[in-house]
């Protein structure tokens, strides 16, 4: 006998609707958009934007702290299923850009993601959590299946390729966890990432100085 | 309670306090009480509950702490309220509301209205202020005049309130409408207080990210329309200038220049949805003049006049020339400075 009761949807069918019609074309707007209000700002390498993939996201749901799940309601607490980022040259432009986001986004949240401990390695950038602005949103896409917030990063090429490679390498599905051996290598990638963002900043700020004295 | 009232059955818990002004003088202590449904006020709240969705006009949204945190004082009150509406859970609400009241704002009668609409908890903060009145008592054979000093009204410029409405404690109430009638009037009151210091909020559209919609919409919309509302939204343009730090939205800057239908027709033309244009944010006359930096003017004899666009009417002097034919005669007067070949358009 068939039971009359509405069976409730999965985690797994919630979000994969909400990726397929909402997040995919957010994402593509959102792209856009951030494009549009960077144009005028010299040394970006580039800007994107992307919807979190359903498996990704159904992964990221099932974290735990504790030994309790981190997400009671997935679906409202988890903050990237938009992500965007903007890679820019040096470390000076952060700032510059920062400058940016906060005149054309309102964020509830910004912060330097950095290692807890300098004796961690990981090297990571600017991030942003931002209300999605409404100009992104056709009036075609369900109310209730675009996220309030989205993540934006602001990274060095050299912290962008460093994170990049990491996630490559570290956090793959169904790899193994990464040996010491391993973790000291990565570790060894980051100094030397952190030191040659350092190094370009330097340079540039020197080498600018140097041009705007000449152009007195 | 008579006319206009739109019930709404959701109404759960109402909240009501006294707060004396506290911000820069010793705080008095904050008197409330449950309003319970059989009392007469609970209908007339009810209906201010209802009429909020519509009524709550501007995007608000909380600030993080200063370091960037993802955490805001006033919210996780109205969160840790909203977990348990007790009265004792209100109070703080309150307090926090009199820390941010001075003596110009004066005495106000604060309601936290608490409901739950489907999957949704909704709250609304209705704050009436003070008045005086003369109360009329009249009989067959007399009229009875009495002073009432201390009246509370929904209809006075300075009345506040706020909504917030989502289903999930933990990770929605970031963002609400609130309702402000007095920012754009000086009235001597802090303008700010409602919105900045007591809700720990900023409008949900920066200044330059709403200017920039609107400068946007304007520039699109006169470039794809016919002559006729094409000047009549360069006007509008050029008398925004003097919006500079004004409340506006999209839709009420075409109210406010009385633009034709098809002019708003084309402006709305321009919009994602209608909520852009309905969205509140303070002009931002920097920005405005980044993006509408330049006015021209293609004659049918080829001629292409372009100058800044706030100096082009003092640029170019404009007169009639053949009223019949439309046609016009330019005239301008300066020093070459410079001389360019551009692509065709």
Known sequence: MKSSKPRRETLDTLYRRRYETALKPLAKALTDHIVDCFKEQPRIDRITARAKGVGSFLEKAKTRVENRSKYTEPLDQIQDQLGARVITFFRSDVERLDAIVKKYFRAIEFRDRVPDSEWEFGYFGRHYVLVVPSEIIDASIDDALIPAFFELQIKTLFQHAWSEADHDLGYKPGLSPLTPSEKRRLAYTSAQAWGADHMFDELFCERNAARLATEK | ?345
């Open chain 2, 1 to 345: 309670v008579t006319g206009g009232w739109e019930g709404s059955l959701s109404v759960q818990h109402i909240h009501a306090f006294l707060v004396h002004p506290g911000r820069g003088i010793k705080p008095k202590p904050v008197v409330g009480t449950s309003v319970a449904r059989s009392d007469g006020t609970f209908a007339l709240l009810d209906g201010v509950y209802a009429k909020s969705d519509r009524e709550c006009d501007v995007d608000i949204t909380f600030r993080p702490t200063s370091d960037g945190k993802q955490q805001n004082d006033c919210r996780d009150l109205i969160v840790s309220y909203l977990n348990g509406p007790t009265l004792a859970k209100a109070r703080p609400i309150a307090e926090r509301l009199a820390l941010h009241t001075d003596l110009r704002s004066g005495l106000g009668l604060l309601f936290l209205i608490v409901g739950k609409e489907v999957k949704e908890h909704k709250i609304v903060f209705s704050r009436f202020p003070t008045d005086s009145a003369i109360y009329v008592d009249e009989s067959a054979s007399a009229l009875t005049v009495e002073f009432l000093e201390r009246v509370f009204m929904k209809n006075k410029t300075s009345y506040k309130a706020v909504l917030y409405r989502h289903a999930s404690l933990k990770a929605g109430f970031w963002s609400g409408r609130a309702i402000d009638k007095q920012l754009n009037n000086p009235s001597g009151e802090p303008s700010n207080y409602w919105i900045s210091d007591f809700l720990l909020s900023e409008y949900t559209v920066t200044p330059a990210a709403g200017t920039r919609r609107l400068a946007l919409a304007l520039r699109e919309a006169a470039k794809k329309s016919e002559l006729a509302v094409k000047q009549e939204l360069i006007s509008a343009a050029n008398l925004a200038s003097g919006l500079a730090g004004q409340r506006i939205s999209i839709d009420s800057f075409a109210t406010q220049f009385n633009l034709s239908k098809s002019a708003k027709d084309a402006i709305a033309a321009e919009l994602k949805s209608a909520r852009v244009g309905q969205e509140v944010f303070r002009f931002d006359l920097s920005e405005y003049r980044t993006l509408v930096a330049y006015k021209s003017v293609e004659l049918n004899n080829g001629a292409l006049l372009t100058a800044q666009f706030s100096d082009f009417d003092k640029v170019f002097q404009q007169e009639v020339a053949d009223d019949s034919k439309d046609e016009v005669r330019f005239s301008t007067k300066g020093k070459i400075v410079n001389e360019k070949l551009k692509t065709a358009p």
